[in-house]
């Protein structure tokens, strides 16, 4: 990502806040995008499931961004 040009507009959106504050993203979201947004049920339990799954989730490529925002093997 960092050697791509920035976008002129971007917005960043964390899965959690998603889950755990969805109605505050998807007023973000709806203002940035200019478009209505539909609630959709999100599951709890799906958040830091990567750290008890047996999956490996830490890409080389990823991690420094990863890392960035709090995620860790």
């Known amino acids: 990502m960092d050697a791509t ?3 002129k507009k971007m917005i960043e ?3 959690e806040d998603m889950v755990f ?4 993203t998807l007023k973000r979201l709806e203002g940035f995008l200019e478009k209505p947004l539909a609630k959709i049920e999100m599951r709890r339990d799906s958040v830091g499931r990567y750290k ?5 989730y830490m ?3 990823l991690k420094p961004e990863l890392e960035k ?3 860790t093997d």
């Open 69 to 71: 925002w709090g995620y």
């Open 52 to 56: 008890t799954d047996n999956g490996d």
């Open 21 to 24: 504050k969805q109605e505050e």
């Open 13 to 15: 959106v964390r899965f």
């Open 5 to 7: 040009p920035a976008p």
């Open 59 to 61: 890409f080389d490529c």
